[in-house]
């Protein structure tokens, strides 16, 4: 071999390279999709919020085992096994949703957290060879090479921890590796973003020791659905960075008091926080918004006319028939990407990432992202408009993986 041969196989190697990238950029769209494509599969995609629980509990689906809707649901609902599969989602974070007029129970939602729990377990003990439980990024990685589908949770609204500390250690060793302070009202810990009645003007004395605990065991602070003022304080408080689950920015829809502003979104970047971003056309779009708020106040007129709160059981058949006479409107995929864009702009591309909803906003999802199978397609719309493969990889699941690890690793050294 004469030493011209391996100097041939440099030149070859970089002038192969040139051509690689030339071609990423020069790809048509048939060519870019099936790139996308190939990203979302070669990817853990993680998505911050997902209803399935939810979904399954109000139509009494249970055991799991004995329905479909979990692997191939025919009518509705956005997740099941096989529009994910599709899509490359792979590690959806189950929601474990306590609504609001369970703060009032005796036992504050403790026990629907339990049984909600016990589904999740149960769809990895009854579909092994498809989905299995994981409590740390290294389990979710593990399940990736072996083809399947990961389900952490995180739990939507602290109250089931009731007055007592030792809750959330109970939680913890249940799974729950996030915890949403609050969801739609006031809780014990702090102040949510849909009510105006600034209980704590921020955190409560308890939901301050709340976060420590959670910052001790390791569970990462959501802060979605939380008030401003609780936001600032989880700020200043947290020890670890925190994650917003589910939740878009304000600047496209400025009446959303559940979306983040941008000076939200500029703190949780410095916080090393990662907020992954909510496909609910509702919290996108400034049209639909309004659109939405219009049907939610004629929506507490009709509840407040029964002596109804919209948290409660009897309210949720008035609530249904309403949403189908008062259809809202939607919006696109691209303003999913636009809301990407943004939080980029304000804090960077490593503070970004995908907290869908799926099956929590009554199908009122973007059009071209109706479910799980459409990641790719999200995906195509980041590259077109930019977007290396390293960023998709950080916007799938590295922004995520980031703090998730960077909580347990605060957790252990204490
Ligand atoms: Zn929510």
Request: with cysteine; charged share 25%.
């Amino acid at each position: 071999m004469s030493f011209r041969t391996p100097l041939l196989i440099l030149v070859a190697t970089f002038l192969f390279r040139c051509a690689e990238k030339k071609t990423v950029t020069q790809m048509n769209d048939d060519q870019l999709r099936s790139y996308a494509n190939e990203l979302a599969h070669k990817y853990i995609i993680a998505d911050g919020h997902v209803d399935l629980p939810e979904r399954l509990k109000e139509k009494n689906l249970i055991p799991v085992s004995e329905h479909l809707d979990i692997i191939e649901s025919a009518s509705e609902g956005e997740f099941d096994y096989v529009r994910a599969r599709k899509g490359g989602l792979d590690a959806p974070f189950m929601s474990i949703f306590i609504p609001s007029s369970y703060q009032k129970k005796a036992d504050s939602g403790k026990s629907l957290a339990d049984s909600l729990i016990d589904m999740v377990v149960a769809i990895g003990d009854q579909l092994p060879d498809k989905f299995s439980p994981a409590m740390t990024p290294a389990e979710v990685e593990a399940n990736f090479k072996l083809g399947k589908i990961s389900l952490p949770m995180g739990m939507e609204n602290g109250a089931p921890i009731g007055n007592d500390l030792a809750n959330v250690k109970y939680f913890y060793d249940r799974g729950i590796r996030y915890i949403t302070l609050t969801h739609n009202d006031d809780n014990q810990i702090c102040d949510a973003s849909r009510n105006t009645v600034h209980t704590w003007n921020g955190l409560s004395p308890f939901g301050k020791e709340v976060v420590a605990e959670m910052n001790r065991l390791g569970i990462m602070v959501d802060i979605s659905h939380v008030d401003d003022s609780t936001f600032y304080q989880v700020m200043k408080l947290s020890k670890s960075p925190c994650i917003a689950s589910h939740s878009s920015c304000r600047y496209f829809a400025p009446t959303i008091k559940r979306d983040m502003t941008d000076d939200m979104i500029r703190k949780l970047g410095e916080n090393g926080g990662v907020m992954l971003i909510n496909f609910y056309s509702a919290f996108l779009d400034s049209a639909v918004a309004s659109q939405s708020q219009r049907n939610d106040e004629k929506l507490a007129y009709l509840l407040a006319e029964k002596g109804l709160h919209e948290s409660d059981p009897l309210a949720k058949p008035i609530i249904d028939q309403f949403d189908k006479e008062n259809p809202l409107g939607k919006t696109d995929i691209e303003m999913v990407a636009n809301h990407i864009d943004h939080v980029v702009e304000i804090a960077g591309i490593d503070h970004v990432g995908f907290g869908s909803d799926f099956d929590g906003v009554d199908g009122q999802l973007p059009t071209g992202l109706e479910d799980p199978s459409k990641y790719p397609d999200l995906i195509f719309i980041l590259l077109k408009r930019g977007y290396t493969e390293d960023d998709i990889a950080k916007i799938c699941y590295k922004n995520l993986w980031r703090v998730w690890n960077k909580v347990e690793q605060l957790a252990k050294e204490g």
